[in-house]
Structure formats: structure tokens, C-alpha cells
């Protein structure tokens, strides 16, 4: 005789499964990455990532106007420049392109959270997170232009910074010169936990911010190193931040789990473009049901830990889970 426990018993119909579902997620836990461009009228497909495209600040608010009626939550925004040089002083200018495109979104008084990417790679030359002398990611130096970038974005109206370089002390950076600017009350949203990852492909094409030399395994976290990336999020969390992230999303599940034991604050999972392109490339071949795959790879998520869920895949989920 085997146990007389039936685990069976309450999966027999799907009113008792919806009953007893312990990962309950909705539109309200997505954010949707958006990429930013110069130009006007700019709709130019990403050729790795089906679906998602540049877009100029005329074809952002388009774009935002979707998001909205989807009743997603909010966006996050990447940029890139006109132009390249060495200290990426595009980032921080007025006229930069996320800077117009947050005021832009703004101005049409759309109910959308604007929160907006703090890095370099997209806008210096070598392609790095940080500014660099000599061949070497310098970190301090690099500090002082992340603040400039992140109280641009908040005179131009975002509400949420994310930095995203991995620069150690950058959160309490951008923290004091809010706070000295008089944006005490916005919030940071550090991705803290980011990974040096072979699952950003497709994003580095999309951004032309593939590094020109070397690459970031200084400064992102080690594949293999799952208690330095809880040292990252408590240093995060004790220099300010709000949010925190970890970033890709599905190799490291374990993480999110983790991370959301030694914290209260909400943690965020970035389910990157590669992870992304994956899901599509399958799909095209006719290998996997997209739409099962897609929703069980953010329930996924959402299970782990994570209450916000950075994808590519926000809109189609979006429809799902709305109808």
C-alpha cells in the first residue's frame, strides 16, 4: 500500500488549481525595457529580438501610449547617442536622448512609471561601463559622471534611476546628488546583482555597446559566485538603494530566492534579451509553444522571489493575462 496522502486530489479540475496556486502575478509586476534612438520617425527592428525595435522619441510615446493601455506599470528606458567619446557626454546632456524622451513621455501626461538605465556603455567609445584610462575601468572617477547622468534624468521628470554599471559605491553616489539637487523622494532601483553573462547578445548589437577591448568580467559578477552577489545586494541596500535587482533572470533563479530571504525591500529580475531571443528563435523553428513557454518563464520568475519582472515580453504577456 502507498500513502494514503493523494496529492492528486486537488489538481483534478481547474477551479481547485486556480484555488490553491501559490504564485499569484499579474500585469502589475512587469516593466518594459524600451530603446531610444536619435532621428525622427525611427522604427528599425532589432534583427536578434523579434518584435522590439529603436525607436525616436516621436515613436516612443507611440510606444508608451500602447504600454499604457496595456496597464502596464511602467517603462525603462535606454539611449544612445548621437555621438561617441571617451567620457560618454551624451549621457548627461539635456538634450540627450532619454533625457527628451522622459519629458516628451511626461508632457502627454500618461499614466506610465518612467524609470531610466544609468550607464556609460552606449555612449563612450571603448564601449565600457566606466570611463577608462590606461586599459583600466576606473571606478571612482566614474562615480562623478553616473551622478551626472542620474540628476539629468531627474530634471527631466523620470521617477525611478537605475544604475546599471556595477561600479562599486555608485548607488551612495547617486544618492547623495539627488539628494543635494532636491530628489530626495526618488527612488533608486540598483541593479545589484548583474552578472558578467553570455545572455546579453542580442542587447549589446541592439546598443552598439559591445566593449572595444577586453571585457567587463572587472566589474560584472562571476557566473559562479552566488553569496558575493548577496554581498553586492546588502552593500547596495546599505548605501540606499530602493529596489534591487538581479540581472539575467532565469540562470539565476537561485539568486532571486536568496535575495529575497536577506531582504524586505523589492527585488527586480531582469529577464534579458538573449533569454529573450531564445524563447523566439524556438518558437520560429516550431520547437516549443511560445506563449506556454513565455508565461511559464515569468511565473517562473515571480516565483522565485522577484515583484518586478524587467522583459522584452511585457506586451504579449500583457495580453494574456488582460483577456
Not at 561600479?167 to 548583474?194: C, T
Not at 530566492?257 to 534579451?273: G, W
Not at 518558437?283 to 522577484?306: F, H, N, P, T
Request: charged share 25%.
Amino acid at each position: 500500500m502507498f500513502s494514503e496522502i493523494r496529492m492528486r486530489r486537488l489538481r483534478s479540475n481547474e477551479n481547485l488549481r486556480r484555488l490553491v496556486r501559490e504564485t499569484q502575478w499579474s500585469v502589475d509586476n512587469l516593466l518594459y525595457p524600451i530603446f531610444v534612438v536619435p532621428g525622427s520617425g525611427v522604427r528599425q527592428e532589432i534583427p536578434s529580438m523579434p518584435g522590439i525595435y529603436k525607436l525616436s522619441v516621436d515613436q516612443v510615446i507611440r510606444e508608451v501610449q500602447e504600454v499604457a493601455e496595456f496597464r502596464i506599470p511602467g517603462v525603462l528606458l535606454f539611449g544612445q547617442p548621437h555621438t561617441k567619446d571617451a567620457k560618454g557626454s551624451e549621457s548627461y546632456s539635456d538634450q540627450g536622448v532619454v533625457q527628451q524622451a522622459v519629458r516628451a513621455i511626461k508632457s502627454q501626461l500618461l499614466h506610465v512609471l518612467v524609470a531610466t538605465d544609468v550607464c556609460l556603455c552606449a555612449y563612450t567609445t571603448q564601449g565600457h561601463c566606466g570611463l577608462v584610462d590606461k586599459n583600466q575601468i576606473v571606478n571612482d572617477a566614474t562615480l562623478e559622471v553616473l551622478a551626472k547622468i542620474a540628476t539629468s534624468h531627474a530634471h527631466a521628470g523620470a521617477d525611478l534611476i537605475s544604475p546599471s554599471d556595477m561600479m562599486d559605491g555608485r548607488v551612495a553616489a547617486i544618492r547623495s546628488s539627488l539628494d543635494e539637487q532636491g530628489f530626495s523622494n526618488l527612488p533608486i532601483m540598483a541593479y545589484s546583482a548583474k552578472f558578467s553573462s553570455a545572455f546579453y547578445g542580442p542587447f549589446r548589437d541592439a546598443q552598439g555597446s559591445t566593449p572595444q577591448f577586453g571585457d567587463r568580467r572587472s566589474y560584472q559578477l562571476d557566473p559562479a559566485n552566488g553569496r558575493e552577489a548577496l554581498r553586492e545586494i546588502d552593500l547596495d541596500i546599505s548605501e540606499g538603494a530602493d529596489i534591487v535587482m538581479v540581472k539575467p533572470a532565469l540562470a539565476y533563479l537561485d539568486v532571486i530566492a536568496r535575495a529575497k530571504e536577506i531582504t524586505d525591500l523589492p527585488i527586480a529580475a531582469y529577464q534579458v534579451s538573449g533569454e529573450y531571443a531564445m524563447i523566439k528563435a524556438a518558437a520560429e523553428k516550431q520547437w516549443l509553444d511560445e506563449e506556454k513557454v513565455m508565461m511559464e518563464s515569468l511565473q517562473s520568475i515571480r516565483r522565485a522571489g522577484a515583484s518586478i519582472i524587467i522583459t522584452y515580453f511585457a506586451k504579449e504577456a500583457a495580453r494574456l493575462l488582460t483577456r
